[in-house]
């Protein structure tokens, strides 16, 4: 059974930095790509990074470019965010996820597993 656990959530002020990180299990994910999303009070689930299954691809939600670097493990079942310069608008909850595929997707539909989440918010 696939399982992945985030942690690193936490009250920060603005301007603040956050690490969270991802631990999956139940299978190999060296092929595949994973990615984080988040999901604010009141709106849909948002794309915020995903990288690709070598760690050589990285793509980043416009909102979060210069800010955000998203990371993986060398055994590939880890997964990084680190959280720069951080915003109120920042404030959600976020996701972790891994699909079953190699290529990097924006969309949570393509994602096959999911974390539970971690609370992240930003004080102004």
């Known amino acids: 059974q696939v399982q992945l656990v985030e942690s690193g959530g936490g009250l920060v002020q603005a301007g603040g930095s956050l690490r969270l990180s991802c631990v999956a299990s139940g299978r190999t994910f060296s092929s595949s790509a994973m990615g984080w999303f988040r999901q604010a009070p009141g709106k849909e689930r948002e794309f915020v990074a995903a990288?690709?299954?070598?760690?050589?691809?990285?793509y980043y939600a416009d909102s979060v470019k210069g800010r955000f670097t998203i990371s993986r493990g060398n055994a590939k079942n880890t997964l990084d965010l680190q959280m720069n310069s951080l915003k109120p608008e920042d404030t959600a909850v976020y996701y972790c996820?891994?699909?079953?595929?190699?290529?990097?997707?924006?969309?949570?539909?393509?994602?096959?597993?999911w974390g539970q989440g971690t609370q992240v918010t930003v004080s102004s």
């Open positions: 990288i690709g299954w070598s760690g050589g691809s990285t």
């Open positions: 996820a891994v699909r079953r595929y190699y290529s990097i997707s924006y969309y949570s539909s393509e994602y096959d597993y």
